[in-house]
């Protein structure tokens, strides 16, 4: 089982903390905001039933059964666990988009977007795998 710092103190950390705690990766996307390469997170292939969480304080973020293939390179879901997700205008890189980040500690985890009409919300939420963590249902 991953450590994650109690979810209470997650949002007091500091820059320092953060990057101790954190894998390089983890805390380019999750801290500042950046991207893996598509098609390159560990949890793409992820299908078995579980939670996903926040890789930086365990919150939960996810069920598995609101995951989908959309094959856009990053896990999609379609819709998120209830109050565990805060989603914030993103106009970088020449765009609007809709960034979303974790409730609990702010750190970013990816996109939403309205572009899934065959599921049941219509809703991509288009996550980076390194900014989760999936505990898998136990057997």
């Given at each position: 089982?991953t ?18 705690i954190?894998?390089p ?32 304080c365990?919150?939960e973020?996810?069920?598995?059964s ?22 914030v ?31 049941p ?19």
């Amino acid at each position: 089982m991953t450590e994650f710092p109690s979810l209470s103190d997650a949002s007091a950390l500091s820059d320092a903390d953060w990057r101790r705690i954190l894998t390089p990766m983890q805390y380019h996307v999750l801290r500042e905001a950046g991207t893996e390469r598509p098609f390159t997170g560990e949890l793409l292939e992820e299908t078995r039933e579980g939670v996903y969480r926040c890789a930086a304080c365990g919150a939960e973020l996810f069920d598995a059964s609101t995951k989908f293939e959309s094959h856009c390179g990053w896990p999609s879901f379609y819709q998120a666990k209830n109050a565990s997700t805060s989603e914030v205008e993103d106009t970088s890189h020449g765009m609007v988009r809709t960034e979303v980040r974790c409730t609990n500690c702010g750190s970013h985890l990816g996109h939403v977007f309205p572009d899934a009409p065959d599921q049941p919300t219509g809703m991509r939420y288009c996550m980076n795998s390194a900014a989760l963590v999936f505990e898998p249902t136990a057997e």
